[in-house]
Each structure stands twice: as C-alpha cells, then as structure tokens.
C-alpha cells in the first residue's frame, strides 16, 4: 500500500520561503503521476504542482516562477520549495499520487489522483 508522509510545514512572513517534503513509501515514485495540491479555509482544494512519470512538470499559474517541484529518486521523496511566499498562499498542503494514465489536460485534476498524504499546514502572514 502506498503511503504518502509531508513534512515541512510552518509560519513564515511574507516574502519569505519553505519547503515541503513528501516521503513515500510502498513503491517507488516512478510509477506514478504525483503533485502538491492544497486546500485553504472554506476553499476548495487545488493543485499546486504536479510532476509526470517522465519529468514534465504542470504549475498552477497562481505560482509559477516562484514554486518548484523535485524528486529525490534515491530518498523516494517528493519536495516543493516556496519562495517569495504570499499570505494568499496559506493553506494545508498534501502530496498526491496517481496510479492512472492522467490525460495531458486533466493532470491537475485532483479526481485522478488516488492516493493522499495527511498533509501540511502553511501560514504566511503579511
């Protein structure tokens, strides 16, 4: 069964940086479509940042150029690294994976993705 841990979470002002790491564990991150997504108060969730299984990446535009997803393939680990922080970017952050063929199009589409780390809250005030 895959598992998925974050970690990385925290307060910081605005402007600032964090970076958020994802553990999986069960199987390997090869095999699977997988991504950041987060949901904020009385909001629905949404994706972040999704990676494929050959590399090519999808960001949300609303952080483009200041958003980066990795993986780390001998940690199986996923990371996300945020700079230049705004307090609109405050919510719980989970990691997602899919073990289907997402179509090009759908890739940020969360319905696809089945499996979900308990998640991670950031906070930036301003």
């Known amino acids: 069964q895959v598992r998925l841990v974050e970690s990385g979470g925290g307060s910081v002002q605005a402007g600032g940086s964090l970076r958020l790491s994802c553990a999986l564990s069960g199987d390997t991150y090869s095999n699977y479509q997988i991504g950041w997504f987060r949901q904020a108060p009385g909001k629905e969730r949404e994706a972040v940042v999704v990676?494929?299984?050959?590399?090519?990446?999808t960001y949300a535009e609303s952080v483009k150029g200041r958003f980066t997803i990795s993986v780390d393939s001998t940690k199986n680990t996923l990371y996300l690294q945020m700079n230049s922080l705004k307090p609109e970017d405050s919510a719980m952050y989970y990691c997602?994976?899919?073990?289907?063929?997402?179509?090009?199009?759908?890739?940020?589409?969360?319905?696809?993705?089945?499996?979900w780390g308990q998640g991670t809250q950031v906070t930036v005030s301003s």
């Open positions: 997602a994976a899919s073990s289907s063929l997402i179509p090009r199009e759908s890739v940020l589409d969360q319905h696809w993705y089945n499996f």
């Open positions: 990676i494929g299984r050959f590399g090519t990446t």
